[in-house]
């Protein structure tokens, strides 16, 4: 429904919200605060709870061949404190409950962004949020039940399918190519599959965004975290949750692999290419909290070396400072 943005004024920062309305594209501030420093947070974490609020409502949900609409939960969220607990359950599908996990983050953000300017801009940012919770509320209704909604000043209007927020290249999740990866992910599973892989998924998500610069990164799509720390000598760390289908639906692993040159005449450091080759494997016998992959995270991130001290840890043996056991080791 909107987008926000910054503009110097009179040695402040105004935080505008601009919009289509009823007559063309609008703008009105938001509030106004001393510096940008203050109000950079503040836009970025407005900007993806709108992208994040309206994308559902505007995409079809065209799993299995069928045309049906998103569930609506979470707007409630935007006003009401205790509905964010609902962003964070619920077993819909894997696309629309990553898309309130993060948004349940984005206003997590706002808040922390919030505690540290005056009371007078936390009350102009809540009103904002009201006015766009409460603006899009409206449209839907119109959409689904064919009423009219009242003509007012400032009114934000809203075209399903054409959301006016910033999340291509702003929010990639919501993008049409990462939805359609996650529906195929879900192909075929039961309800108990489906439930399964999206506890894993916020699994995922929640520790990888506690490494916002860490090279690699959330690979959503395979159920997946990426990490290849500088300074590792080629080798590379990745976590894998179960599948919908896998044939041990509770099993997740952790794997230490290694870019091998395509020319073996080559060295590493100097390769043209090189292909990806899986050094030790540990299957884990229970699922991990996000606290658990985080301290793995944090320590290779911390010493990239590790991974090569790692790598030589034979099956049955742990890898060094954690719990992890070695299930299985190869040649490459």
Known sequence: MTIYSQHANRGKTQIL???QGPDGVESTTVTSLATSVLAVPI???LNRISALTTVPASVHD??????AHYPMKHLAALTDLTARADLLSGAHSL???YACLELHQALTDLDEALTVVPEPV???VNAELNTEAGQLSDALVEYSEGTSVPEIEGRRTWDFGQPFVTYDGGVEMLSREAREQLDRLEEGATPEERERTIANLRVLVTACSRFPDMLGGLEEAHLAIFAEPY???GYYLSIHAPKPGDDDTDCWD???GRWVPDDPDEDYEDCSSATGSAVVRCVLPASPGADEITDLLTRVEGQPDLLAKWAETRVGGVFEGTQFVVTECYEY
């Open 122 to 124: 936390r009350i102009a």
């Open 62 to 67: 065209r799993r299995g061949d069928g045309v």
């Open 17 to 19: 919200a601009t919009y």
């Open 254 to 256: 952790v794997e230490i």
């Open 43 to 45: 836009v970025d974490a």
């Open 95 to 97: 696309w629309y409950e």
């Open 231 to 233: 300074d590792s000598d």
